[in-house]
């Protein structure tokens, strides 16, 4: 991106990642409707950990859910929390909060007191989407 070119966010993309994200959660919590709290299990290269999702909120077309990832290699490094909103009825999911931090911008001026990205929103949601790739590779359902 041009130093000079001001950042416009791409909603095709973001709302193509929020969609990915909703598949791929149904397909790694199919009982989520009818299950509060699930735990779901994984390995890799001896390593062992757990991703906790709790539903937070449920309301007529929305869910809040908190996921909470727990591993051995957490020791060393900060393994992050996310809070997602889940839309059932557009079928999307997407990033309301990581570690605390919450309500993000679509765009942010840069540079900026905290130094986030112009993109941040879309980079959470894209990180999220990388993270449950990984649950779908290598974990197994409790």
């Known amino acids: 991106m041009d ?3 001001p950042y416009k966010a791409n909603l095709i993309k973001q709302q193509k990642v929020c969609e990915r994200n909703f598949h791929k ?4 919590l199919p009982d989520l409707e009818n299950n509060d709290n699930l735990v779901l299990s994984f390995y890799l290269a001896g390593w062992e950990g757990q991703a906790r999702f709790q539903v937070l909120e449920r309301a007529p077309y929305t869910t809040v859910l908190h996921v909470n990832l727990d591993a051995a290699w957490g020791q060393w490094l900060k393994l992050p929390e ?3 909103r889940i839309y059932r009825d557009v079928r999307m999911a997407e990033i309301i909060s990581v570690n605390k931090d919450r309500h993000f911008k679509a765009i942010y001026p840069y540079p900026n007191e905290k130094m986030l990205m ?4 879309e980079q959470l949601n894209q990180l999220f989407s990388e993270w449950l790739n990984f649950c779908l590779t290598h974990g197994l359902n409790n």
């Open 3 to 5: 130093s000079k070119t």
């Open 25 to 28: 959660l149904m397909k790694l």
């Open 82 to 84: 996310f809070r997602i």
């Open 118 to 121: 112009p993109d941040e929103k």
